[in-house]
């Protein structure tokens, strides 16, 4: 029988699915409504319904963990439950919420605005003045979307302004400058978007003025990513950050007034960069000679500005990096840099401080050593910190704890505690490592019944890009409903992410991403080597760059695997930077447009791949149609090749959620339970539900 197979690595522009693309088109749409019903059909039922109320009901218990920021000393919070599905956006003190039923303030019911506006409201963000200063900029999205409307709100009435600030829909966000001033980073008109669908311009837009004749005061082209700002209140007076991002790793930053750019800062683009009153620190993505000395890539430096700005560059190393000893994060917290580090994948955190007599360094005390532990400043302008610190711990068998940590007092405070969502009686975590193709170490988290049967069912998950870490934090679902029922979960490390550092991210990108592939598969192996399980009952889960992944476990690896489920996926490498915001990745994929980078993308795009009569593992994989980061093409047509080629291949898309899992608590456990579903019923378990 003749087969269908394009598009192919030899033709791979002969696209009969391009119609799929098409988001709200009517043949697509019908394409995606069909599906549905079948994957329903299938999967769903009387179980499906069970566990995802189960599931529901623990994201929406009263007792979860309310995560707040403050602002001008009051404590700003956005709840949802089963009766706030879209959320309530609400404020408290310290005070009331050490106690166990804080009382709250309400300024904003989002479902009552979105049935009142007949519009599928989420709330994104919020932009405030620090301070007292009521104006506030609302960023509201459609079922999830990435782009947002701006709305001005004021918080001393509850309500939205007549006659306010107010933005149609686009990609972007605003920053004050004084409450008659904004400075606009949005992509809304004609010739103000980069090609990756970002804002092209910085814009000043003053009150009662039409964003059409907002002057622009700062601009890149469109083919950079994007162009933002940020108001930085630390020194002596307001300044402004301008940033012409480049690409995903690479920025050229410039100070400012709200008139424009004046000072480029002569440093190398690839960096992450802090600047807090007199002081700048930054992280070096590859290694830098300046002073006469060669910084190796991972290192953190720090300046005074003013000295930097005058000619000097005698920089202080605050961080010296090791091969397993990779920085995380740094941020300023009223004078001081905290850094956030793994060390063997062990958490620590550095508190350093500058001086004109040098820097001084001390370990953040009280906090747990292995585990899960992250921390991040207490207020939301940096301007108003008084150093207070939050902290989440918590590891795969323990719920989190918050904790608020104070300067110079020796140990946390537990703010919250969060339920235990699932019985871990029996259960252990234990750490590993699988060895890849080309004889790296790929670590790995195991979780489940202590000793080997030789037949656990597995659920494998992993990311491998951009330089994000993965952590194996405390998952209430795959707790309950795998966990809980004698599964194990293992989540991996692969290169392409950042547990390491820069050498570990650029190993896994570009023409490395197979690599990362690698990775994964080599860990799948491990498990069968050291007698947890067998092939046909692993399961794997990955989604956004993780979708590249289990795609290419499917094409490259299917004997290894027992079911597949793909999430919000990015999949066609020929296309994606065409698509939606997919050209702000060439800087981790590489340019489909160029012959020589495509000869590597064309390895792992496995829409190209794919070909009849494989031992392809079924298959489920699904986005949503208001994703508008990753185009819900891709998966619509991998699905619709895999039919054609006669594999079992399932869909799923339902129209809100964004790049997520559903816009609210409910839709996120049944798009999660529906993937749990079919990959226990392709892995022949029934989790003693027989």
């Known amino acids: 029988m003749s087969v269908d197979d394009r598009p192919t690595p030899s033709a791979p522009d002969d696209d009969p699915w391009l119609w799929l693309e098409e988001v709200e088109g009517a043949r697509a749409l019908d394409f995606v409504e069909r599906q549905n019903r ?389 259960l252990i975590v234990t750490q590993h490592e699988a060895i890849s193709i080309d004889g790296e170490r790929i670590p790995y988290v195991q979780t489940g019944p202590a000793g080997v049967t030789g037949d656990a069912p597995v659920y494998m998950s992993a990311y491998g890009g951009f330089g994000l870490s993965v952590k194996p934090y405390y998952n209430s679902g795959l707790g309950k409903l795998w966990l809980e029922r004698g599964g194990t979960i293992v989540q991996a490390n692969l290169r392409g992410g950042g547990e390491f550092g820069t050498r570990w991210h650029d190993a896994g990108r570009l023409a490395g991403k197979r690599l990362s592939h690698d990775d994964f598969a080599a860990v799948a192996a491990d498990l069968v080597r050291r007698g947890v399980t067998r092939a046909k009952r692993i399961a794997a889960q990955g989604g956004s760059n993780g979708g590249i992944l289990i795609t290419n476990m499917l094409t490259r690896y299917p004997e290894r695997f027992g079911a597949l489920f793909c999430t919000i996926p990015l999949i066609d490498m020929r296309r994606y930077t065409k698509l939606l915001a997919g050209a702000s990745w060439i800087a981790e994929y590489g340019d489909p447009d160029k012959p020589e980078e495509w000869e590597w993308l064309q390895t792992y795009s496995a829409y190209h791949n794919a070909k009849p009569g494989q031992p392809y593992p079924p298959i489920l994989i699904a986005t949503t149609r208001r994703d508008d980061r990753v185009h819900p093409g891709h998966a619509r047509k991998m699905a619709a090749k895999l039919h054609a080629m006669g594999y079992e291949a399932y869909f799923y898309e339902p129209a809100a959620g964004g790049h997520g899992y559903g816009k609210d608590n409910k839709e996120r456990a049944g798009f999660e339970v529906l993937g749990f579903r079919f990959l226990k019923d392709k892995i022949g378990w029934q989790d003693g539900e027989a």
């Open 38 to 426: 079948l994957t329903l059909e299938k999967f769903g039922g009387p179980a499906f319904a069970r566990d995802r109320d189960t599931l529901a009901a623990i994201y929406d218990r009263p007792d979860n963990i309310p995560y707040v920021s403050r602002s001008d000393g009051l404590l700003y919070n956005l709840w949802k439950d089963a009766n706030h599905p879209r959320g309530l956006w609400r404020r408290t003190t310290i005070a009331e919420f050490r106690k166990p039923n804080p009382s709250w303030e309400i300024l904003l019911d989002i479902d009552q605005l979105a049935a009142k506006e007949g519009e599928d409201w989420l709330l994104n963000g919020s932009s405030s003045l620090p301070g007292d200063a009521p104006q506030t900029m609302l960023s509201l999205s459609r079922g999830g979307s990435d782009a947002v409307t701006l709305r001005e709100f004021d918080l001393n009435t509850k309500s939205f302004v007549a006659g306010g600030f107010t933005l149609p829909e686009a990609k972007g966000g605003a920053a004050w400058v004084d409450p008659d001033t904004l400075l606009l980073s949005s992509a809304i008109g004609e010739d103000m978007a980069t090609t990756s669908g970002y804002a092209r311009t910085v814009r000043l837009w003053r009150r009662g003025q039409p964003v059409g004749q907002a002057r622009v005061v700062f601009e890149t082209t469109s083919d950079r990513m994007s162009a933002y700002c940020d108001v930085d209140r630390t020194g002596e007076a307001p300044r402004i950050l301008f940033v012409d991002r480049q690409d995903f790793f690479n920025f050229d930053v410039w100070l400012g007034t709200e008139g424009g750019a004046t000072v480029k800062l002569d440093l190398p683009s690839d960096i992450w960069l802090q600047l807090h009153g007199d002081w700048i620190a930054l992280k070096l993505r590859s290694a830098w000679t300046v002073g006469g000395i060669t910084h190796p890539a991972d290192t953190v430096l720090g300046i005074s500005l003013s000295a930097f700005l005058a000619g000097q560059r005698n920089f202080a190393v605050i961080f010296p990096p090791s091969p397993r000893r990779a920085l995380q994060g740094l941020f300023w917290a009223k004078g001081r840099l905290v850094l956030s580090i793994l060390d063997e994948l062990r958490p620590v955190f550095e508190i350093c401080t500058p001086s004109a007599a040098g820097w001084s360094s001390t370990r953040l005390p009280g906090l747990p050593a292995i585990g899960v532990v992250d921390v991040w400043r207490f207020d939301s302008h940096e301007s108003e910190s008084n150093g207070d610190l939050l902290a989440n711990v918590q590891d795969p068998l323990t719920p989190p704890s918050l904790m608020l940590i104070e300067p110079d007092v020796a140990s946390p405070t537990v703010l919250k505690q969060a339920p235990r969502t699932f019985n871990a009686d029996g």
